[in-house]
DNA sequence: GATGAATGAGCATTCATTCAT
DNA sequence: GATGAATGAATGCTCATTCAT
């Protein structure tokens, strides 16, 4: 086994360890009894236990970031309805094909420490920008409803957040993505009340 | 001082280490340094450091109970309506008044460990049970859009508690809730987007 | 209560919460709770936990102190066998009448620390210097075996000791003093075996 | 250093230290020290400091088991005073070569806890029946006395016992086993007193 | 590189003792 | 005197990290 495995190895086991135990409850010994390695091999790959963590998120922010693509409302192949549906399916379906990295980012990575919450909410924050700043290039079109985007953005991410931490406790299969996004994209268009909105 | 008095000084006191640091970085002498007692006081008014945590998500899950009353489609005084709107409103004003309840509860109160794991999610439940509940019955009332109650639920409170933990963290204050309650039951009734949704 | 029925009060509790915990388990807790007083009560009282406990035992070592009378060959009222008959059944009788101090002299006195155990062995000594020279008394006088007369003292204390130990643990009552006594005399008398001893 | 040696070194380590102190007084601290380990390679070969020490007393019962061997009175090689004998001193020498768990067996033993306790009583209780046992077969032999043998054993372990004690405690060195083996021998077959026993 | 034994700083908790009321 | 709330020194134990082999 190279090194390159043994490294991805013992990421893959820290992250099921993680996802199991929590950060705090997840002892190094847990970890390396996991990957099958000594202790000291750990540290061969890794800084610190922080390290792996952090590796581990930094990781699928990075896959995150590639799900989420900017909508083209001039894209003459897609229509913008289409564009939104293929953002959250490829986010669904990343979330729920890594469970583990799913509970691990909903419930470990926030609080982990001052430094990484900061970098956390760094990455958060532009991927809210990227959803207010369509909210608002929407609203100029007419296909975004008036209000504060940047609530929206907040709800919007709210409701995705939840559906997919609960999909993943109870334990849907990934094979749901289509069948949420429906439901998601539904909520997004016409909420779920059918009341007269007065205010 | 009286014990009542010290006992909710030191609650108090936790809170806010608790809501800065977080459970785990949160040390007994930073309580006991922030509530201006000695070590063995607290252990005086609390079993031990789960205790004081335990106990103050229970009087805010308590509070946060009594924040939420069962909609009655049939009372003459209030609409549909104005009974979300009351509730939405009672619960964005309890969390906005207890910012570092809010913190502790979103942040640090799951992961805990197993045992308050299997609570929270209990009284989660709930709360989701009484949410579908009530849309299943909206939907015999044609005043909820068809669809998957459960999910419904699970995007209202997900896009619900985002909303009150970037209040919180960005802080907003409390007299926001008025206008967030009219921005979360626009997105109820509405969702944000304006395409026609074919699905 | 008067200061010198409070006083004995807490002895007395003390003392049964010493026997039944051992003194490192027993906690000023248990025994305040016994004596139904205040915590601070207590220290009106003694000096701190140790001073109750020596104290306890203090007391108990005179009365044993006055139930052991130097023998007097000469005595023309008593035999000798006769008066280390009464020797015993005084010494028997007071230990099996106060089981909780027999268990705590055996079993929590020693090895409370060394200065107490130094006044211990000075007590111990005395007892057993009584009991040797006696002995050797006893041998000039033809009534005691020729042999190390201090090995004598330790084995005779021994037997006792451990004889008063079982009883009090198995919890024979106090009238067995008489048998017991018979049993113990016999075996300073005549050992238990029958084999001829050539050394 | 292996494995085995080093654990081995912090048990013996660990032994003096409770001989020393007493258990309650015994720190890890103390321990570690006095190993030359750290605090946490304690707690790599130990459970606890309840661990370490009740390790020591029973590798020290199994060793008392084996130095005790049953009286067989039909053994044609070696009479039945000699097997006594042989037990005695094999049991004083046992006791005589390692003054630092004679000394924790007698004092620290007892009264550790509840769970231990029972333990301990059962393997008194199982020492005290094979003496009683042998004394009542001895008796049908007419090599022993009449009379309770339950007590006979008491009176005898208690002898030993205190002797053990008194000779560790004063430091008479192992070579004295043969000498106090006959003072035990002849206190067994014939008692100390030379009196006239009527009853 | 790999190993796993060793390290020791860090922390929760206990409990004898004090002292303001 | 009596009370019991408050105190804080003391200590057992954990576990991330290091380093000799």
Partial sequence: MDKIERRAQILARARDVFAKRGYHAAKIEDIVAAAKVARGTFYLYFEDKRGVFVELVDRFLARLHL???????????RTVAAQIRENIVRVLTLFLQDRAMTKILLTDAPGLDADFDRKLRAVYEEVLNLLAGSFTEGQGL???????????????????????????????DEGSAERLTSEVFSFLCRGCLRIPDES
Same sequence: chains 1, 2, 3, 4.
């Fill in 67 to 77: 799900a989420i693509m900017r909508i083209d409302p001039r894209d003459p192949s």
């Fill in 142 to 172: 007419g296909i975004v409803a008036a209000g504060d985007t940047r609530v929206f953005a907040y709800l919007t991410v709210g409701a995705i957040k939840e559906l997919l931490y609960q999909s993943v406790m109870l334990g849907f």
